[in-house]
T-cell receptor
């Protein structure tokens, strides 16, 4: 399956600042998914992107899938303390399995 | 509707001991997965079962075995635990062949001493 690289590994922001995490693959992805994991919790599905150049929004979260379907980003506008956690991107592997990036851990200081 | 359940939540083993991690889902999903999560390593796939009766190796299968007991249940066995298997183990399932969305259980925190 394709390997997905995610940057940055960590991000520390003040509440109200914006945050972006990036996901890159060396090969074209048929789709990409994003998950959020709160500290001590389990990953929770956020969204799936399928189309080239697709942009989806969920309140303050904006997800983009690159034109070449090799990269994706998650942008959070005006972070809140409830945004704390680790954000993972994942690309398809064999069958319906996923290859997860190593994640970006977001810390938000009030 | 409990989603994906895992037992136990915590376990401490001595090197060489064996144990089975249990996972069950009540969403009628076809596919089930076992991942391990280590600090800085993200989620790594151990084994998966695309459908009842089939199992396949993932990225890190060595030291583990799995059984897809029926459509609901997918267990992970450590035959001879090693300290390198200290990790958090997550079971997940997915069911829609048009979406890869996976639903995760709460995890099992395993320490091998």
């Amino acid at each position: 399956g394709q390997q997905v690289m995610q940057i940055p590994q960590y991000q520390h922001v003040q509440e109200g600042e914006d945050f972006t995490t990036y996901c890159n693959s060396s090969t074209t992805l048929s789709n990409i998914q994003w998950y959020k994991q709160r500290p001590g919790g389990h990953p929770v599905f956020l969204i799936q992107l399928v189309k080239s150049g697709e942009v989806k929004k969920q309140k303050r979260l904006t997800f983009q899938f690159g034109e070449a379907k090799k990269n994706s980003s998650l942008h959070i506008t005006a972070t809140q303390t409830t945004d704390v956690g680790t954000y993972f991107c994942a690309g398809p592997s064999s069958g319906y399995a996923l290859n997860f990036g190593k994640g970006t851990s977001l810390l938000v200081t009030p | 509707n409990a989603g994906v359940t895992q037992t136990p939540k915590f376990q401490v083993l001595k090197t060489g001991q064996s144990m089975t991690l249990q996972c069950a889902q009540d969403m009628n999903h076809n596919s089930m997965y076992w991942y391990r999560q280590d600090p800085g390593m993200g989620l790594r796939l151990i084994y998966y079962s695309a459908s009842e009766g089939t199992t396949d190796k993932g990225e890190v299968p060595n030291g583990y075995n799995v059984s897809r007991l029926n459509k609901r249940e997918f267990s992970l066995r450590l035959e001879s635990a090693a300290p390198s298997q200290t990790s958090v183990y997550f079971c997940a399932s997915s069911g829609d062949r048009f979406s890869y969305e996976q639903y995760f259980g709460p995890g099992t925190r395993l320490t091998v001493t």
